[in-house]
């Protein structure tokens, strides 16, 4: 890589990385700044472009995922938009408040250096985080174009990484030795990989072959309900836990009435479905599934091809290759030609690998979660934003209203508490987190994303209560309008 004096570096006041769903919010609330949005590919989109499904929709109706000052058209409409639909939703947004302008296509970062001042300590537990904008440069990347064999440079004052923790970098189990993928004779796919395909590609992948799928999440559902409509398959994955869908205002509720809540839907989707017959009764409660947001939408047609006896299920938490297919840890074995991995992503890898240290290392702390003040800032890195690494019920509506947070903070309409307070709070919701759920490290807020959204309402300035009376505020759910700017 040339040297600091060979390059010719860009500056801007804010740069933004991806230009998914978080990265257009984003770049619509810092619009007064122009920011520029680096985005490695040819499209925007994110997960819903790259890394979905003809089958793939959205986990929520239209109305619960949508940019409070934009609404989807029919919004009214009870049906899951296909991601598609939902690419189509984001165009037409970015287009109507103009923030395609400030994207940068096929522009890859490949590093990102630290050229702020150096009397810095990532020990440092007390003290001021300090402003977003400090009239000069604090990161400089380093960018990969499609049309040019050198890096571009660009240097922020404040960076917003938007690249989220899905997609990328496929996360793929270790296996023990001599049992590992290079021992299989057919073909092995990661969701991502498949995610690519077109519909004759896939065909041509799927037709006539023994198909095996292995996972339990989203993808793995959907992967199932595909490889089934195409082919006779035997499809293997475990499945933690299924539903229909719930409504944020069952948090309304005391904790106690919450579990009889739990314990009803439970029962009302073991009576509604096929769990028990195939296998796939969760072993843990329904609100843990909620509290980390591990709900699945199922395809209409997945249980129907389950019926049929093209998809077969298979329950194993530890399982390896052999020449014709997988085994698992009860010695049984599934003949397969195709193995498809829907095993999901490495976003603590995406991310080290372009941050440099010591912030690298502080990307997560000894709980294996980032964490960040109001999902959003990291107490120990200085002068970047993170949006889109917490989940909720509704990450569109938390994106844009962390974004919203975060414009605020770089006008400089009010401080963040010290370092030490910022790292209490996000202690304290990970405390939450753990007890409220095993499956913790999905780092979900569902369980208190409404008081999440208070606070943040708080912090700018605004009523936390956003209904027009105290009726509607008591017994009426909140949605993305309700969050609407507020003059």
Known sequence: MS??????????????????????????????????????????????????????????????????????????????????????????????????????????????????????????????????????????????????????????????????????????????????????????????????????????????????????????????????????????????????????????????????????????LVWKLPLVKYGLKPEHPFEEDYASCQMAILPENFFPEANKGKIQFKRASKWWFWSGGLEFEDKTRLEADVVLLATGFDGEKKLRSILPEPFSSLIVDSSGLMPLYRGTIHPLIPNMAFVGYIESVSNLHTAELRCRWLSRLTDGLFKLPSIEKMREHAGKELEVMKKTTRFFKKHCISTFSINHSDEICTEMGWKAWRKNNWFLEAFTPYNSQDYAEQN
Request: hydrophobic fraction near 35%; charge should be positive; proline fraction near 5%.
């Open 3 to 268: 040297s600091h004096q060979a390059r010719q570096i860009q500056s801007s006041r804010v740069g933004i990385i991806g230009a998914g769903i978080s990265g257009i919010a984003a770049a619509k609330q810092l619009s007064h700044y122009a920011p520029v949005v680096l985005e490695a590919t040819g499209s925007i989109g994110g997960v819903w472009k790259h890394c979905s499904f003809r089958s793939t929709k959205l986990q929520t109706p239209r109305c619960d995922f949508e940019f409070s000052d934009y609404p989807w058209p029919e919004r009214d409409n009870s049906s899951f938009p296909t991601h598609l639909e939902i690419l189509d939703y984001l165009h037409s947004y970015a287009t109507h408040f103009d923030v395609l302008k400030y994207v940068k296509f096929n522009s890859r970062v490949v590093e990102i250096r630290y050229v702020g001042p150096y009397d810095i300590s990532p020990d440092i537990n007390k003290g001021e985080y300090g402003a977003l904008l400090t009239g000069h440069p604090i990161w400089e990347v380093a960018v990969a174009t499609s049309d040019s064999k050198t890096f571009e440079w660009y240097a922020f004052e404040l960076l917003v990484v938007c690249i989220g923790k899905y997609g990328d970098i496929p996360k793929v189990p270790n296996f023990p030795p001599n049992k590992g993928e290079q021992v299989f004779m057919g073909k092995i796919m990661h969701s991502i990989d498949y995610s690519k395909l077109d519909q004759e590609a896939t065909r041509k992948l799927l037709k006539g072959k023994k198909v095996a799928v292995v996972g339990y999440r989203k993808s793995a559902i959907d992967l199932a309900t595909e490889c089934a409509e195409v082919n006779q398959g035997s499809l293997n994955f475990s499945i933690k836990g299924l539903t229909k869908g719930c409504s944020e205002t069952f948090f309304a509720f005391s904790s106690l009435l919450w579990k009889a809540v739990s314990k009803f839907i439970e029962s009302y």
